[in-house]
């Protein structure tokens, strides 16, 4: 037996964490039916868990005594299996929270004014701006500190850093990795991370200069901005270098207003609008910086890896459009920007706009919102442009300003938060196989920083959209403690009330637009919103179904009873018109997005979200007091309040809802989750089943649900038994219908089936959207066939349905107990079960029982 990915915090690098830690480890055997017996962790002289007869290798919580700041650690495990085995490795985390002695300096210089004039950049785009009413970010900043080091040997330093905007950190010239957009995005004013890096081959004696390039980030993005009390007037910075020398001597360096400030090259940047660069510029005129008392009480360890540059992929093509547009294609939908060679003469611009879609003659189109546009002007050298401080989502952008344009002088780069890969697929059907890489592209492209709903228009952290997507994402990265952070950010957003908000972190602009929906049903405040705020249940219970991870819940355990007191209140104080018993338990006041943006309702405004909000706000109460009473059942609370509520809710929604023949909303989607949340009583089933049957048969065996819904169709159809309409549904090539997408050209998850007219109407629609990539959590669970039976797959059940539309297929998922796989073809099924588990495999009518290892079943 081996051990291997021994990790800490489910991380890649557990390198300046703070807070209690936890570990995991899997377990490599050649055996089968291994099973871990035990476990023992130690960390020399703070903590001996003891030998601990246990089955848990994942989510073990620290208890030793109190770690010490800013300080490496190593850990030693040894495991023990059935078989009478010990193995025994190490693993290392570092812990960060330095004592602060820095404070925050912020930049001497007007937020807006740049050294240059840059009002004329801007000459084309200026219908862009009035269109979206967005003005273009301001000039970013650089702080330079320097100072003087001894004469002696550095052993260790490390820099803990953050600011008001994104930075990027230099010292003496050179970044000490290659992160992006740090602090990362937070709901600034309660949680704002700080990060750690280790500078110790880049310090020497003498002479030392360190800098932060600060740009206006989503703290001072006219867009994005996180809702706050004033906003502060221009970037700050906050940072400590500790060093340690040879000899056991130390000395800490740490932001104290002696910074110097200035603009450079980037003479505006904003993640919407786009990034204006002058070569020419150099940071040469500085200003003093400006010491500030802001908060240090909100500051906490970055807990995700970073984002990153994570792939890069050359320029398929440069074509001219019809109207004679240079276009650069990388025939791929990604997030991040290009690196472009360039040699253009001195003072002439280049410009770049990034864009999703061609329009119907094949011209560039805006159907983003902002503009997506980077310009720069060149120096006169040859030079590799790439923007600093914005992203984009983009398969083509337009350039201009160039005379020789070439396909090799441009590289797309997908930033995006760094996760080690968990799921693959691949079939006999090329075109399901492109559905599952448009799934996966959408999934890079939308987990930058927190979970979003698309690169583009919005870049926004919807708690709808991960609500349904939570699993898909888990099956195919490790997102543990990338959900984990933005779970943190839910709870700071979270009322007193327990209302979660629509967004986290809850932006300014999403405040405005949910008190003015909400205001129209009488509310003062914002309300929870169906399907949406129902996320801080659903999301930590995905995680801890598929990995187990018990920690999640008790993390939001106080957030999810809020909000779920919440739900039981509005229900009782608002409800009206029904029997009592109903009025009571019916949750039906307030605004909601009901299923959205379901195929047959017309697009735009929130008038038709009361459509299918009068079945989709009290099913989801419904639902997620269900859940909430299975969550305090994994946690040995008491969850009696919130089964009683799920029961006395369905017995108001079957009393008030459930007509004997049809709902009172007749749609697709009411049905599918009717049957999903198992509200339909066993005397109407036959009816109800004979109804959504006709609405799909009738919709020429497409789907008609919306958000909400489509997650759970397939899954109904199959469980009623009909699992060859389910196939027909799922391979359906008309609109509405992925392999539509498919068929068309998409190379991510379109956000809506129909996006393809925003080639004529130029709609702002994204390409972009993971919602509807859901579906590759029914492929993995019925096409391959991979479930959990329990929590983290401890027990796995293997139960592939053939389709005829396919001759082979062959899934991996790299699970907290290591990966599990199924392949098979017409005559046999491979299936590998990792150690740690057993599995029930269902294959030609037949059951077997299995522990870990390699199986052929023919
Ligand atoms: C976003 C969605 C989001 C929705 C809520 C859209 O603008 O892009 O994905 O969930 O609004 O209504």
Known sequence: MELYNLQVNNRIRAFGIDGVPCFSWKLKDQRSDVLQQAYRITIDGLWDSGIVTSRDSAFIAYAGSPLSRCTEYRWHLTVWNNYGDEASAEGSFETANPVWIARWVESGIKRGVSQYDYENRNANNILDETKSGMKAGAAPVNFTRSFVLPEKPVVRARVYATAFGVYQLRVNGLRPDDREFAPEFTSYEKLHYYQTYDVT???????????????????????????????????????????????????????????????????????????????????DQSMPAVLKEYSLDTLAAQPTEPIRPMKQLPATSVFQTPKGEWIADFGQIIAGRARIRLDIPNGQQAAFEYFEILDQNGNYINTMYAPQKDTVISAGEPFTHEALFTFHGFRYIRVSGIDNIRPEDFEAILLTTEKENAGSFECSEPRLNRLYQNIRWSQWNNMVS????????????????????????????NVTSFLRSWLRNVRADQSERGVVMITS?????????????CAGFGDTEPTNVAGWSDAIVWVPYEMYRVTGDRLILRENFVAMKNFCDALIETAHTKAGGFAEEVDRWLFNTGFHFGEWLIPSEPVGGFEICKTSAYYVAPFFACQSMKKMAEICEALGEDGEKYLYASEQMKNAIQKALILPDKLPEDKMGAYVLAFAFDLVPEEKKAAYKAR????????????????LATPFLLDVLCDLGETELARKVFWQ????????????????????????????TGRFVSFDHYAFGIVD??????????????????????????????????????????????????????????????????????????????????
């Not at 107990?817 to 005559?827: L, Q, S, T």
């Open 692 to 707: 959504l049957l006709s609405l799909i048969a009738a919709n020429g065996y497409c789907l008609d649900t919306g958000f």
């Open 733 to 760: 090539n008309k609109m509405p219908g992925w392999f539509y997408e498919v068929e068309h050209g998409a190379t991510a998850i379109w956000e809506a089936w129909n996006a393809d007219e925003a080639r004529s």
């Open 505 to 517: 972190p809850f932006e300014k602009l999403y405040d405005t637009l949910v008190r003015g929906v």
């Open 450 to 477: 927190v979970p979003t709903d698309c690169p583009t228009r919005e870049k926004a952290g919807w708690t709808g959209d991960i609500l349904i997507y939570a699993r898909t994402a888990l099956t195919n990265e």
């Open 777 to 858: 959590d029914w492929i993995m669970r019925r096409l391959c066939g991979i479930r959990a039976a329990s929590p983290g797959y401890r027990h796995i059940v293997i139960e592939p349905m053939r389709d005829v539309s396919i001759n082979w297929l062959s899934r991996s998922f790299e699970s907290v107990h290591g990966k599990i796989r199924v392949e098979y073809d017409d005559a046999q099924l491979k299936v590998i079960i990792p150690p740690n588990t057993t599995a029930t495999v269902i294959w030609n009518g037949c059951t077997h029982e299995v522990g870990s290892g390699t199986y052929c079943f023919r």
């Open 201 to 283: 081959e880049l310090l020497k004696t003498g002479q030392n200069r360190l800098e932060l390039y600060v740009g206006d980030g989503w703290y001072f993005s006219d867009q994005a901005s996180p809702v706050l009390g004033p906003r502060h007037d221009a970037p700050a910075v906050l940072y400590q270098v500790e060093v340690q020398f040879e000899g056991g001597t130390a000395c800490t360096v740490a932001s104290d207003g002696s910074e110097t400030c200035s603009t450079g090259y980037v003479v505006s940047s904003d993640l919407f609008m786009g990034e204006a660069q002058d070569m020419r510029l150099g940071f």
